[in-house]
């Protein structure tokens, strides 16, 4: 099956600060979506982007298929942007392959 | 409004017992996925069903079952031949195949 692979692993930035996380995947997707997860638990949309840019606030996503990889913008970020994020492609099917995501903290 | 609603928020089972976690969802979505979460670690998918009266296993459905008897709830049962049950388990939902997913807020369950 499909392979998966987030990084980094965990970073640390300080509040206001910009970074980029990376998502490469093995084959090819019919979609892939990013989600975060709060400390509580939650998992939240960030994007549905099987292909493309897309921009929502201080957030943004460019999934290049054909290269097979994603790539989740955070600029500005605020402490509240701190948990895991998780990118999901879905290569065919109802199956959802999540990565082990990326672990965010930002400090005040 | 509309949403997904699990329940409990926090379910703790007995050696050999069964227990089985809620799944409601008011979204009028067609298909249901019920996934775990262990420490760390990312999901993976126990069960999905793409309609009512129909269910498929996901990659980790051993000591599990599930039923569809109504297109609002998924309810997913713990069965004792579960030896790991402890994790964080997650219902999503979504219009239908390649669609986005949309996930209730989880229930934790222990083992005492």
């Known amino acids: 099956g499909i392979q998966v692979e987030q990084s980094p692993p965990d970073l640390i930035l300080q509040e206001g600060a910009n970074s980029t996380l990376r998502c490469n995947f093995s084959?090819?997707?019919?979609?892939l979506q990013w989600f975060h997860q709060n400390p509580w638990g939650q998992l939240i949309n960030l994007f549905y982007?099987?292909?493309g840019t897309k921009q929502n606030g201080r957030l943004s996503a460019t999934t290049v298929a054909t290269e097979r990889y994603s790539l989740l913008y955070i600029s500005s970020s605020q402490t509240t942007d701190s948990g895991v994020y998780f990118c999901?492609?879905?290569?065919?099917?109802?199956?959802?392959?999540f990565g082990a995501g990326t672990r965010l903290f930002v400090k005040a | 409004d509309g949403g997904i609603t699990q329940s409990p928020k926090y379910l703790f089972r007995k050696e050999g017992q069964n227990v089985t976690l809620s799944c409601e969802q008011n979204l009028n979505h067609d298909a249901m996925y019920w996934y775990r979460q262990d420490p760390g670690q990312g999901l993976r998918l126990i069960y999905y069903?793409?309609?009512?009266?129909?269910?498929q296993k996901g990659d980790i459905a051993e000591g599990y079952s599930v039923s569809r008897e109504k297109k609002e709830s998924f309810p997913l049962t713990v069965t004792s031949a579960q030896k790991n049950p402890t994790a964080f388990y997650l219902c999503?939902?979504?219009?239908?195949?390649?669609?986005?997913?949309?996930f209730g807020d989880g229930t934790r369950l222990s083992i005492l």
């Open positions: 999503a939902s979504s219009t239908g195949l390649n669609q986005p997913q949309h």
């Open positions: 999901a492609p879905q290569a065919g099917g109802f199956k959802t392959i």
């Open positions: 084959d090819s997707v019919n979609n």
């Open positions: 982007i099987p292909s």
């Open positions: 069903s793409q309609i009512v009266n129909d269910f």
